[in-house]
């Protein structure tokens, strides 16, 4: 049989090269809305799920193959490499991330060890090499940015106003520093291995960090987020790409950081950025929940993105958070195969 030719449209659109299609991804696009997804869900844990290659591996090339959308993302969770540095996490279905030990102290902060790829987490490489050998579609690596990860270290699991956080952020600023600082070399660390192999891009996810207002980011996040994208810009050229919810009044700090592409959430349109003098290539938006609405609805709002992503180089289509599992595989193919159809005629002429 032939092989599939490599398919690089969603790499391209990251460097704002032409393109014959807008490219698309799901963020959580491997979850509990696919059968087959809980159907292995069943037999194991999350972390075993994430730690044995062959079951990682099958979980993260499903969407691909079902979807047929244009990039494929390791199937892990940003609380991944935190295990082996001493942080007590598992993942409770219907919760997500719950730690035992959280963080009160700068004596926890020191506590946390440094996270050495190749022995702490073998099952991610060996993953993603394999998956470069198989996928003719780019494999995104990712990881949590500092704020995200700490927000779960500090509260102990989900949470809706980061009270925890933020209070340990304004009453214990050099413990905060010395947690950023760790998570941040732990992220570059991680990220760099994964770019090592075989990962073709790199997202990191800051879905929490718009619980800050702009001057807060400006003093405990945003450093350290510099720090992260250059040491990466140092040392690879593949495209990185910085994504948060409710975060649309950060996005001005955003650009000035050295990072590729920008994830939206549906709060903010395409056109909003791009009024604030956004050049960079942006990744969104359409709102989860409306992939619950009649296909009329959906397809009218993506078409719209599509036109709306069409007025810059550079659109990425996704949705502006993640999956979740009262989603229809049929309704994210049909969404999938109409981005495809829609941007290709468009881009045809
Ligand atoms: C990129 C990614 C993540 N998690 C998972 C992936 C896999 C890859 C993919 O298919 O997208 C698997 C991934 N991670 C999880 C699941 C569901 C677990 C299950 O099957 O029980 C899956 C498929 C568990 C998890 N893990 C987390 C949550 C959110 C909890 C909260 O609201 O605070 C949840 C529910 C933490 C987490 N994990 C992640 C983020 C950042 C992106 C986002 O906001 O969605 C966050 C905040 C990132």
Redesign the pocket.
Same mark, same amino acid.
């Given at each position: 049989m032939a092989q599939k030719s490599f398919n690089d449209t969603f790499l391209r659109a990251c460097r704002q090269e032409p393109v014959t299609h807008t490219p698309v991804w +799901?963020?959580?696009? =491997?979850?509990?809305y696919q059968p087959e +997804?809980?159907a292995i869900?069943q037999k194991y844990s &999350?972390f075993e799920?994430n730690e044995i290659p062959e079951v990682c591996v099958e979980?993260?090339k499903l969407?691909v193959e079902q979807l047929g959308v244009d990039a494929a993302?390791?199937? =892990?969770?940003?609380?991944t490499p935190l295990k082996p540095i001493g942080v007590d996490v598992e993942?409770?279905?219907?919760?997500?991330?719950v730690i035992d030990n959280p963080i009160r102290h700068l004596e926890d902060v020191e506590q946390l060890g440094e996270l050495d790829p190749e022995s702490d987490v073998p099952f991610i490489l060996e993953s993603i090499r394999q998956l470069r050998r198989d996928l003719t579609v780019p494999l995104i690596g &990712?990881g949590?940015a500092p704020f995200?990860l700490a927000? +779960?270290m500090i509260e102990g699991?989900?949470?809706k106003n980061y009270h925890q956080t933020k209070g340990f952020m304004y009453a214990q600023p050099q413990a905060w520093e010395k947690l950023m600082e760790k998570l941040a070399d732990l992220t570059v660390t991680y990220l760099k291995a994964q770019i090592k192999a075989g990962a073709l891009a790199v997202?990191i996810?800051d879905?929490?960090v718009g619980a800050l207002n702009v001057e807060d980011y400006r003093t405990y996040v945003a450093p350290t987020m510099r720090r992260i994208f250059a040491e990466l810009k140092e040392s690879t050229d593949v495209p990185t790409i910085y &994504?948060g919810?409710g975060a649309g009044h950060l996005l001005l700090e955003w650009d000035r950081l050295p990072v590729d592409v920008l994830g939206l959430d549906w709060r903010t349109s395409i056109p909003e950025a791009r009024a604030l003098g956004i050049r960079k290539t942006l990744q969104g938006n359409l709102d989860p929940s409306l992939l619950l609405g009649p296909w009329e609805k959906i397809e009218a709002k993506a078409k719209e993105i599509l036109d709306q992503g069409e007025e810059h180089p550079g659109h990425i289509f996704n949705l502006g958070?993640?999956?979740f599992p009262e989603l229809k595989v049929e309704t994210l193919q049909r969404l999938t195969q109409f981005i495809h159809d829609y941007s290709s005629r468009r881009n045809e002429v």
């Open positions: +799901y963020m959580r696009q =491997a979850g509990r +997804y809980r869900r &999350f799920m979980v993260t969407p993302i390791l199937f =892990a969770d940003i609380m993942i409770r279905s219907g919760i997500g991330p &990712f949590g995200t927000s +779960y699991g989900p949470s997202q996810f879905s929490w &994504f919810i958070h993640g999956t």
